[in-house]
C-alpha cells in the first residue's frame, strides 16, 4: 500500500497495514512527515519490536528507550524474534523478504530509494539525525519550554537528570580569559554527600 495521506493519517495507515500485515510504500519526496515519531509511538502502544537501520539503532535506543529496537544488520542473525515486527523507513528491501521467508510478520515503511545510492540516505530526516549523531555532541544545551518550566540540561550530550540547580552565564568582558560561568548541582544516589557538581569558572561572577 501506497502512503495517501488525503484521507487517512499515519497513525491509520499503521494500523491497517499492521492488519493486513503489509508495507507502507514511501519515495524521496515523502519527508518530514513523522513517519518514524508516529512509527515508534505505534510500536510503543502496541509493544511491537522495531528494525531501523543498523547505523541509526544506537541513536533510536536513545530517543526511544520503551521501545524494543533491532538494527537491521543484526536482525538476521536473532533465532527468537517476535513472530511480528515493523519496519521503519529504510531497512533494505532483502531483510524485509527474508524475515517474511521465516514466516514473521511484517509492516511499516518501505522505501526502495534507501538502497538506490548511498548518498540518498543523506536525503531522509532519519539519516539526517544520524548524521549528526556521528558528529561530537554539543558541549552544554539547556532547554526550556516556557519561562516557567523546569530545564532540560545535556552535558556533553549526556541529559543530566535530577537536577538540584542550574547557573550559567556568559559575560562580554574582553579583560575575563574566561567567561563562561558553569554551575550545575544534581542528584546522585552514589556520591557521598547524595549530590554532583558540574562546574566551570564558579567563581567568575562572584564579587
Request: proline share 4%.
Amino acid at each position: 500500500m501506497k502512503l495517501e495521506l488525503a484521507t487517512r493519517t499515519i497513525w491509520g495507515l499503521l494500523e491497517e497495514a499492521h492488519t493486513k500485515g503489509e508495507m507502507i510504500v514511501t519515495n524521496e519526496r515523502q519527508r518530514r512527515l513523522g513517519k518514524t515519531k508516529a512509527l515508534m509511538l505505534f510500536a510503543e502502544a502496541n509493544n511491537l519490536p522495531v528494525i531501523v537501520r543498523q547505523s541509526q539503532k544506537r541513536y533510536y535506543l536513545k530517543e526511544h528507550p520503551d521501545v524494543n529496537i533491532f538494527g537491521h544488520e543484526e536482525v538476521l542473525r536473532i533465532n527468537a524474534l517476535p513472530l511480528t515486527l515493523l519496519c521503519d523507513e529504510g531497512v533494505p528491501k532483502r531483510t524485509i523478504e527474508e524475515l517474511k521467508t521465516k514466516c514473521h510478520g511484517v509492516s511499516g515503511f518501505l522505501n526502495e530509494s534507501f538502497e538506490d545510492s548511498a548518498m540518498n540516505a543523506f536525503n531522509c530526516e532519519e539519516s539526517i539525525l544520524t548524521y549528526r549523531e556521528i558528529e561530537p555532541p554539543p558541549f552544554l544545551q539547556i532547554e526550556l519550554d516556557d519561562i516557567d518550566s523546569a530545564p532540560r540540561v545535556f552535558y556533553k550530550g549526556e541529559k543530566i537528570e535530577g537536577i538540584i540547580n542550574a547557573d550559567f552565564s556568559y559575560v562580554t568582558n574582553t579583560e575575563l580569559m574566561n567567561p563562561t560561568h558553569i554551575d550545575i548541582e544534581y542528584m546522585d544516589k552514589d556520591s557521598k554527600c547524595g549530590t554532583k557538581a558540574i562546574v566551570h569558572n564558579r567563581f567568575l561572577v562572584e564579587g
